[in-house]
Protein backbone atom coordinates (compact mmCIF):
# COMPACT_ATOMS: atom_id res chain seq x y z
CA UNK A 1 0.00 0.00 0.00
CA UNK A 2 1.07 3.61 -0.54
CA UNK A 3 0.59 6.51 1.22
CA UNK A 4 0.94 10.12 0.08
CA UNK A 5 3.10 12.92 1.17
CA UNK A 6 1.83 16.43 1.12
CA UNK A 7 4.82 18.65 1.76
CA UNK A 8 2.36 21.68 2.51
CA UNK A 9 0.14 20.40 5.09
CA UNK A 10 1.56 16.65 6.77
CA UNK A 11 4.99 17.77 7.84
CA UNK A 12 3.68 21.39 9.57
CA UNK A 13 3.98 20.24 13.34
CA UNK A 14 2.03 22.72 14.85
CA UNK A 15 4.13 24.80 17.82
CA UNK A 16 3.58 23.71 21.35
CA UNK A 17 2.57 26.77 23.49
CA UNK A 18 5.51 28.03 25.97
CA UNK A 19 5.63 26.50 29.27
CA UNK A 20 4.82 28.26 32.23
CA UNK A 21 6.07 27.36 36.02
CA UNK A 22 4.38 29.30 38.56
CA UNK A 23 6.07 30.50 41.69
CA UNK A 24 4.50 28.88 45.07
CA UNK A 25 1.96 31.67 46.56
CA UNK A 26 2.61 30.24 49.88
CA UNK A 27 5.52 28.35 51.28
CA UNK A 28 6.96 25.17 49.97
CA UNK A 29 6.75 23.10 53.53
CA UNK A 30 2.80 24.38 53.59
CA UNK A 31 2.32 23.52 50.03
CA UNK A 32 4.36 19.72 50.18
CA UNK A 33 1.23 18.97 52.83
CA UNK A 34 -1.35 20.26 50.27
CA UNK A 35 -0.01 18.46 47.29
CA UNK A 36 0.71 14.90 47.32
CA UNK A 37 3.63 13.65 45.74
CA UNK A 38 1.01 11.14 43.96
CA UNK A 39 -0.72 13.49 42.28
CA UNK A 40 -0.26 14.08 38.54
CA UNK A 41 1.15 16.64 36.78
CA UNK A 42 2.14 18.17 33.57
CA UNK A 43 5.90 19.69 32.09
CA UNK A 44 6.21 21.01 28.40
CA UNK A 45 9.72 19.96 26.68
CA UNK A 46 12.22 21.73 24.87
CA UNK A 47 14.16 20.59 22.62
CA UNK A 48 18.16 20.41 23.05
CA UNK A 49 18.69 22.28 19.70
CA UNK A 50 16.22 24.73 20.36
CA UNK A 51 17.34 28.26 19.21
CA UNK A 52 19.98 27.29 16.84
CA UNK A 53 18.40 28.32 13.63
CA UNK A 54 18.18 24.84 12.38
CA UNK A 55 16.22 23.19 9.21
CA UNK A 56 14.04 20.52 10.57
CA UNK A 57 16.66 18.44 8.17
CA UNK A 58 19.53 19.43 9.93
CA UNK A 59 18.60 19.20 13.44
CA UNK A 60 17.21 15.34 12.34
CA UNK A 61 21.22 14.92 10.89
CA UNK A 62 22.42 16.50 14.17
CA UNK A 63 20.41 14.16 16.32
CA UNK A 64 21.57 11.13 14.28
CA UNK A 65 25.06 11.74 15.19
CA UNK A 66 24.09 12.13 18.72
CA UNK A 67 21.93 8.84 18.76
CA UNK A 68 25.30 7.13 17.03
CA UNK A 69 27.28 8.27 20.22
CA UNK A 70 24.64 7.23 22.66
CA UNK A 71 24.36 3.66 20.82
CA UNK A 72 27.86 2.73 20.43
CA UNK A 73 29.43 4.08 23.69
CA UNK A 74 27.76 1.74 25.82
CA UNK A 75 29.65 0.71 28.80
CA UNK A 76 29.53 -0.46 32.31
CA UNK A 77 28.99 2.46 34.62
CA UNK A 78 31.48 2.80 37.13
CA UNK A 79 31.09 3.34 41.50
CA UNK A 80 34.47 3.14 42.74
CA UNK A 81 36.18 1.85 40.24
CA UNK A 82 34.36 -0.98 40.36
CA UNK A 83 31.93 -3.28 38.24
CA UNK A 84 28.09 -1.78 37.92
CA UNK A 85 25.48 -3.07 35.84
CA UNK A 86 25.04 -0.98 32.62
CA UNK A 87 23.27 2.10 32.21
CA UNK A 88 22.59 3.95 28.95
CA UNK A 89 23.29 7.63 30.03
CA UNK A 90 23.35 11.15 28.38
CA UNK A 91 26.56 11.16 25.69
CA UNK A 92 28.20 14.38 24.76
CA UNK A 93 28.40 15.41 21.28
CA UNK A 94 29.57 18.98 22.25
CA UNK A 95 26.22 20.63 21.26
CA UNK A 96 24.69 18.92 24.41
CA UNK A 97 23.43 15.86 24.81
CA UNK A 98 20.08 13.85 25.25
CA UNK A 99 17.23 15.02 23.20
CA UNK A 100 14.39 16.78 25.46
CA UNK A 101 14.85 19.23 28.09
CA UNK A 102 12.16 20.12 30.99
CA UNK A 103 11.96 22.98 33.75
CA UNK A 104 11.32 23.08 37.02
CA UNK A 105 12.39 24.76 40.15
CA UNK A 106 13.54 22.92 43.64
CA UNK A 107 14.70 23.49 46.74
CA UNK A 108 13.21 26.34 49.46
CA UNK A 109 13.38 29.06 48.12
CA UNK A 110 12.84 27.62 44.86
CA UNK A 111 15.90 27.62 42.04
CA UNK A 112 14.92 27.14 38.31
CA UNK A 113 16.36 23.97 37.18
CA UNK A 114 16.85 22.88 33.49
CA UNK A 115 17.07 19.16 33.51
CA UNK A 116 18.29 16.54 30.33
CA UNK A 117 14.85 14.08 30.21
CA UNK A 118 16.41 10.33 30.00
CA UNK A 119 14.36 7.37 29.57
CA UNK A 120 17.47 5.68 29.75
CA UNK A 121 19.10 5.85 33.05
CA UNK A 122 17.50 6.32 36.35
CA UNK A 123 19.30 8.61 38.86
CA UNK A 124 17.92 11.93 38.97
CA UNK A 125 21.12 14.68 39.72
CA UNK A 126 21.62 18.79 39.74
CA UNK A 127 24.88 20.35 39.72
CA UNK A 128 25.45 22.44 42.92
CA UNK A 129 27.92 24.92 43.91
CA UNK A 130 29.18 24.90 39.88
CA UNK A 131 29.77 27.88 39.36
CA UNK A 132 31.30 27.96 35.79
CA UNK A 133 27.83 26.88 34.40
CA UNK A 134 25.79 29.45 32.00
CA UNK A 135 22.65 27.93 33.68
CA UNK A 136 21.46 27.89 37.17
CA UNK A 137 22.96 26.31 39.99
CA UNK A 138 20.91 24.59 43.36
CA UNK A 139 23.00 24.88 46.75
CA UNK A 140 21.60 22.72 49.02
CA UNK A 141 23.36 24.81 52.20
CA UNK A 142 20.32 27.56 51.21
CA UNK A 143 17.56 25.52 50.95
CA UNK A 144 15.53 24.87 54.24
CA UNK A 145 14.32 21.37 52.62
CA UNK A 146 17.05 19.44 52.19
CA UNK A 147 18.03 16.77 53.73
CA UNK A 148 21.02 14.13 53.39
CA UNK A 149 20.16 10.49 53.18
CA UNK A 150 21.82 8.13 54.86
CA UNK A 151 23.88 5.22 53.82
CA UNK A 152 21.29 2.77 55.45
CA UNK A 153 18.66 4.12 53.48
CA UNK A 154 17.00 2.05 50.41
CA UNK A 155 17.38 4.54 48.01
CA UNK A 156 20.96 4.88 48.98
CA UNK A 157 21.50 1.06 49.32
CA UNK A 158 19.56 1.19 45.54
CA UNK A 159 23.01 2.35 44.22
CA UNK A 160 25.36 -0.37 42.39
CA UNK A 161 27.90 0.62 44.74
CA UNK A 162 27.75 2.36 48.17
CA UNK A 163 30.37 5.05 49.48
CA UNK A 164 30.12 6.66 53.24
CA UNK A 165 32.06 9.68 54.08
CA UNK A 166 29.40 12.52 55.00
CA UNK A 167 26.60 10.67 54.41
CA UNK A 168 25.79 8.45 51.30
CA UNK A 169 28.43 9.38 48.51
CA UNK A 170 27.84 9.03 44.48
CA UNK A 171 29.77 8.64 41.68
CA UNK A 172 27.49 8.05 38.40
CA UNK A 173 29.42 7.34 34.99
CA UNK A 174 27.67 7.02 31.60
CA UNK A 175 28.52 5.91 27.90
CA UNK A 176 31.37 8.07 27.23
CA UNK A 177 33.36 8.02 30.69
CA UNK A 178 31.37 11.30 31.49
CA UNK A 179 29.92 11.02 35.34
CA UNK A 180 28.66 13.06 37.81
CA UNK A 181 29.58 12.30 41.81
CA UNK A 182 28.35 14.38 45.21
CA UNK A 183 26.15 13.10 47.87
CA UNK A 184 22.43 11.62 48.13
CA UNK A 185 20.39 14.04 49.77
CA UNK A 186 16.19 14.47 49.65
CA UNK A 187 14.58 17.64 48.14
CA UNK A 188 11.27 19.50 47.05
CA UNK A 189 10.90 19.41 43.62
CA UNK A 190 8.16 22.09 41.80
CA UNK A 191 6.12 21.52 38.88
CA UNK A 192 4.34 24.44 38.64
CA UNK A 193 1.16 24.13 41.37
CA UNK A 194 2.31 20.60 42.19
CA UNK A 195 5.07 19.54 44.91
CA UNK A 196 6.74 16.15 45.24
CA UNK A 197 8.35 16.17 49.00
CA UNK A 198 11.57 14.25 49.09
CA UNK A 199 12.65 13.38 46.02
CA UNK A 200 16.13 11.35 46.37
CA UNK A 201 18.62 13.76 44.24
CA UNK A 202 22.21 13.44 43.23
CA UNK A 203 23.88 16.52 44.64
CA UNK A 204 26.70 16.94 42.20
CA UNK A 205 29.82 18.58 43.83
CA UNK A 206 32.24 17.44 40.59
CA UNK A 207 31.48 16.40 37.10
CA UNK A 208 33.14 15.94 33.97
CA UNK A 209 32.56 16.99 30.88
CA UNK A 210 31.03 19.95 29.62
CA UNK A 211 29.11 18.18 27.12
CA UNK A 212 25.98 18.18 29.95
CA UNK A 213 25.09 21.45 28.72
CA UNK A 214 22.18 23.04 28.55
CA UNK A 215 20.77 21.12 31.49
CA UNK A 216 21.86 21.72 34.66
CA UNK A 217 20.37 18.36 35.73
CA UNK A 218 19.77 15.22 34.40
CA UNK A 219 16.05 13.22 35.49
CA UNK A 220 16.20 9.68 35.02
CA UNK A 221 13.20 8.02 33.67
CA UNK A 222 14.31 4.55 33.62
CA UNK A 223 12.91 1.30 35.31
CA UNK A 224 14.89 1.48 38.65
CA UNK A 225 14.12 2.63 41.38
CA UNK A 226 15.99 5.94 42.09
CA UNK A 227 14.19 7.23 38.99
CA UNK A 228 11.38 9.72 39.54
CA UNK A 229 9.04 8.03 38.27
CA UNK A 230 9.84 4.74 40.50
CA UNK A 231 9.60 7.65 43.59
CA UNK A 232 5.97 8.37 42.79
CA UNK A 233 3.25 5.98 44.59
CA UNK A 234 1.67 6.15 40.90
CA UNK A 235 4.97 4.26 38.99
CA UNK A 236 3.25 5.83 35.20
CA UNK A 237 4.46 8.27 32.85
CA UNK A 238 3.51 9.10 29.07
CA UNK A 239 5.37 11.94 26.85
CA UNK A 240 4.16 13.21 23.42
CA UNK A 241 7.40 14.70 21.25
CA UNK A 242 7.19 16.43 17.87
CA UNK A 243 9.59 18.32 15.95
CA UNK A 244 8.40 21.77 15.79
CA UNK A 245 11.46 23.78 15.10
CA UNK A 246 13.15 25.77 17.25
CA UNK A 247 10.16 25.74 20.01
CA UNK A 248 8.90 24.00 22.49
CA UNK A 249 8.65 20.32 21.22
CA UNK A 250 6.71 18.42 23.38
CA UNK A 251 4.98 17.24 26.65
CA UNK A 252 5.49 15.00 29.86
CA UNK A 253 2.44 13.41 31.97
CA UNK A 254 3.22 11.81 34.80
CA UNK A 255 1.57 9.79 37.56
CA UNK A 256 -2.34 10.29 36.81
CA UNK A 257 -2.01 12.22 34.15
CA UNK A 258 -0.89 9.80 32.51
CA UNK A 259 -3.92 7.89 31.34
CA UNK A 260 -5.76 11.09 30.08
CA UNK A 261 -9.04 10.25 28.78
CA UNK A 262 -8.32 7.14 26.47
CA UNK A 263 -10.97 5.16 24.87
CA UNK A 264 -9.99 1.76 24.40
CA UNK A 265 -9.95 1.26 20.84
CA UNK A 266 -7.53 4.26 20.56
CA UNK A 267 -4.82 2.00 22.63
CA UNK A 268 -2.04 -0.08 21.39
CA UNK A 269 -0.36 -2.11 24.70
CA UNK A 270 2.70 -3.89 24.34
CA UNK A 271 4.71 -5.75 27.01
CA UNK A 272 7.80 -4.90 28.52
CA UNK A 273 10.87 -7.29 28.05
CA UNK A 274 13.35 -7.26 31.43
CA UNK A 275 17.06 -7.37 30.21
CA UNK A 276 19.16 -8.03 34.15
CA UNK A 277 21.76 -6.43 32.14
CA UNK A 278 20.60 -3.23 31.66
CA UNK A 279 17.30 -3.12 33.91
CA UNK A 280 16.93 0.22 33.36
CA UNK A 281 16.01 0.32 29.98
CA UNK A 282 12.38 -0.44 28.23
CA UNK A 283 12.92 -3.45 25.89
CA UNK A 284 10.25 -4.24 23.58
CA UNK A 285 9.30 -7.26 21.24
CA UNK A 286 9.32 -6.05 17.68
CA UNK A 287 8.15 -8.73 15.73
CA UNK A 288 7.95 -7.72 12.05
CA UNK A 289 7.81 -4.79 9.87
CA UNK A 290 5.47 -3.94 6.94
CA UNK A 291 6.76 -2.02 4.28
CA UNK A 292 3.73 -1.11 1.83
CA UNK A 293 2.00 -5.03 1.50
CA UNK A 294 5.07 -6.66 2.22
CA UNK A 295 5.80 -7.84 6.11
CA UNK A 296 8.91 -8.84 7.32
CA UNK A 297 9.17 -11.10 10.45
CA UNK A 298 12.59 -10.13 11.96
CA UNK A 299 11.93 -11.00 15.68
CA UNK A 300 14.90 -14.14 15.58
CA UNK A 301 16.83 -10.65 14.29
CA UNK A 302 15.94 -8.64 17.19
CA UNK A 303 16.33 -11.82 19.98
CA UNK A 304 17.70 -10.67 23.64
CA UNK A 305 20.19 -13.18 24.13
CA UNK A 306 22.87 -13.21 27.08
CA UNK A 307 21.96 -9.79 27.86
CA UNK A 308 23.10 -8.11 24.53
CA UNK A 309 20.69 -7.56 21.45
CA UNK A 310 16.90 -7.08 21.84
CA UNK A 311 15.59 -3.80 21.13
CA UNK A 312 14.28 -0.16 23.75
CA UNK A 313 12.31 2.42 22.66
CA UNK A 314 14.64 5.62 23.79
CA UNK A 315 13.22 9.55 24.24
CA UNK A 316 16.51 10.30 24.20
CA UNK A 317 17.16 8.75 20.54
CA UNK A 318 16.59 10.97 17.41
CA UNK A 319 15.92 7.69 14.71
CA UNK A 320 15.35 4.39 14.75
CA UNK A 321 18.39 2.20 14.47
CA UNK A 322 18.12 -1.34 13.29
CA UNK A 323 21.26 -4.28 12.82
CA UNK A 324 21.81 -4.27 8.94
CA UNK A 325 20.21 -7.86 8.90
CA UNK A 326 16.88 -6.30 9.66
CA UNK A 327 17.13 -2.70 7.99
CA UNK A 328 18.78 -3.83 4.61
CA UNK A 329 15.40 -6.15 3.96
CA UNK A 330 13.57 -3.04 4.83
CA UNK A 331 15.39 -0.39 2.88
CA UNK A 332 15.49 -2.77 -0.43
CA UNK A 333 11.37 -3.39 -0.09
CA UNK A 334 11.10 0.66 0.33
CA UNK A 335 13.02 1.25 -2.58
CA UNK A 336 11.70 -1.21 -5.07
CA UNK A 337 8.30 0.70 -4.07
CA UNK A 338 9.10 3.92 -4.12
CA UNK A 339 8.47 5.54 -7.93
CA UNK A 340 12.32 8.07 -7.01
CA UNK A 341 16.20 7.74 -8.21
CA UNK A 342 17.84 6.82 -4.91
CA UNK A 343 20.46 9.15 -4.29
CA UNK A 344 22.28 8.95 -0.74
CA UNK A 345 25.04 11.74 -0.60
CA UNK A 346 28.04 11.41 1.34
CA UNK A 347 27.20 13.99 3.99
CA UNK A 348 23.97 12.29 4.58
CA UNK A 349 23.72 10.83 7.85
CA UNK A 350 20.62 8.68 6.52
CA UNK A 351 21.60 5.81 4.44
CA UNK A 352 18.64 5.61 2.01
CA UNK A 353 17.73 8.68 0.09
CA UNK A 354 15.77 9.71 -2.93
CA UNK A 355 16.08 12.75 -5.78
CA UNK A 356 13.02 14.69 -4.32
CA UNK A 357 11.47 15.49 -7.72
CA UNK A 358 11.00 19.73 -8.04
CA UNK A 359 7.61 21.18 -8.12
CA UNK A 360 6.33 18.85 -6.50
CA UNK A 361 4.36 18.70 -3.70
CA UNK A 362 2.76 14.85 -2.99
CA UNK A 363 4.92 11.89 -3.59
CA UNK A 364 3.91 8.31 -2.79
CA UNK A 365 5.79 6.29 -0.38
CA UNK A 366 4.97 2.77 0.82
CA UNK A 367 2.86 2.64 4.59
CA UNK A 368 5.64 1.78 7.59
CA UNK A 369 3.92 -0.33 9.99
CA UNK A 370 5.96 -1.66 12.86
CA UNK A 371 4.81 -4.96 14.57
CA UNK A 372 5.33 -5.37 18.60
CA UNK A 373 4.25 -8.34 20.49
CA UNK A 374 0.37 -6.98 20.27
CA UNK A 375 0.34 -3.67 18.95
CA UNK A 376 0.69 -3.04 15.48
CA UNK A 377 1.87 0.68 14.80
CA UNK A 378 0.79 2.29 11.46
CA UNK A 379 3.39 5.35 11.79
CA UNK A 380 2.05 8.80 9.94
CA UNK A 381 4.33 9.34 6.68
CA UNK A 382 5.82 12.66 8.72
CA UNK A 383 7.24 10.02 11.17
CA UNK A 384 9.84 8.07 8.78
CA UNK A 385 9.85 10.36 5.74
CA UNK A 386 12.23 13.37 6.25
CA UNK A 387 12.48 15.91 3.52
CA UNK A 388 15.34 18.46 2.15
CA UNK A 389 13.73 20.28 -0.76
CA UNK A 390 16.46 22.84 -0.85
CA UNK A 391 18.56 19.82 -1.69
CA UNK A 392 16.22 18.12 -3.23
CA UNK A 393 16.69 15.09 -0.61
CA UNK A 394 13.95 12.84 0.23
CA UNK A 395 14.99 10.38 3.21
CA UNK A 396 14.01 7.44 4.85
CA UNK A 397 14.87 8.21 8.82
CA UNK A 398 16.36 5.27 10.05
CA UNK A 399 19.94 4.14 10.47
CA UNK A 400 21.26 0.36 10.49
CA UNK A 401 23.97 -0.76 12.50
CA UNK A 402 26.43 -3.49 13.01
CA UNK A 403 24.37 -5.09 15.14
CA UNK A 404 23.76 -4.83 18.81
CA UNK A 405 21.15 -3.35 20.27
CA UNK A 406 18.64 -1.79 18.65
CA UNK A 407 17.03 1.34 19.24
CA UNK A 408 12.98 2.65 18.17
CA UNK A 409 13.98 6.33 18.15
CA UNK A 410 11.89 9.37 18.68
CA UNK A 411 11.07 10.63 15.63
CA UNK A 412 8.91 7.70 14.92
CA UNK A 413 7.09 8.37 17.78
CA UNK A 414 6.05 11.91 16.78
CA UNK A 415 2.32 12.96 17.84
CA UNK A 416 2.33 9.63 19.56
CA UNK A 417 1.24 9.64 23.07
CA UNK A 418 3.47 6.62 24.57
CA UNK A 419 2.64 5.57 28.40
CA UNK A 420 5.05 3.73 30.07
CA UNK A 421 3.60 1.63 33.14
CA UNK A 422 5.76 0.15 35.51
CA UNK A 423 3.39 -1.44 37.61
CA UNK A 424 2.22 -3.10 34.46
CA UNK A 425 4.85 -3.41 32.78
CA UNK A 426 3.46 -2.57 29.75
CA UNK A 427 4.46 0.26 26.71
CA UNK A 428 1.17 1.69 25.19
CA UNK A 429 0.74 4.14 21.97
CA UNK A 430 -2.36 6.83 21.91
CA UNK A 431 -2.10 8.89 18.26
CA UNK A 432 -2.84 12.23 19.75
CA UNK A 433 -1.79 15.77 18.38
CA UNK A 434 0.54 16.84 21.08
CA UNK A 435 -0.32 20.37 20.71
CA UNK A 436 -3.86 19.14 21.36
CA UNK A 437 -3.20 17.74 24.81
CA UNK A 438 -4.67 19.10 27.88
Known amino acids: MTSALNFSSSLVVVLLAAAFFASPACSTSQQALEHPHNKGFRVE????????????????????????????????????SKSAPQILGPISSG???????????????????????????????????????????????KSSSYSALSCSSTLCEALPQVSCGRGCNYFYSYGDHSYTEGLMGTEIFIFGPV????????????????????????????????????????????????YAGNTKA??????????????????KTTPLIRNPSM?????????????GGTTLPIKKFLALEDGEGGLIIDS???????????????????????????????????????????????VGVPELIFHFDGADLKLPVENYIIVDKLKGLLC??????????SIFGNFQQQNILVIHDLVKETVSFVPRQCADIR
Open 316 to 362: GTTVTFLPETVFDPVAKLFTQQTKLTVDSPPSSELPLCFKFPMNVDK
Open 95 to 141: NGIGEFLLEFKMGTPGVSISAILDTGSDLVWVHCYYRKQNTPFYDPG
Open 396 to 405: LAMVSTKGGL
Open 45 to 80: LKHVDSGKNLTKFEQIQLGIKRGRQRLQKVNPSVYD
Open 250 to 267: GILLMGSLASLNIKPNEI
Open 279 to 291: PSFYYLSLEGITV
Open 195 to 242: FLPKVAIGCGVDKKDDGFEPGSALVGLGRGPLSLVSQLEESIFAYCVS
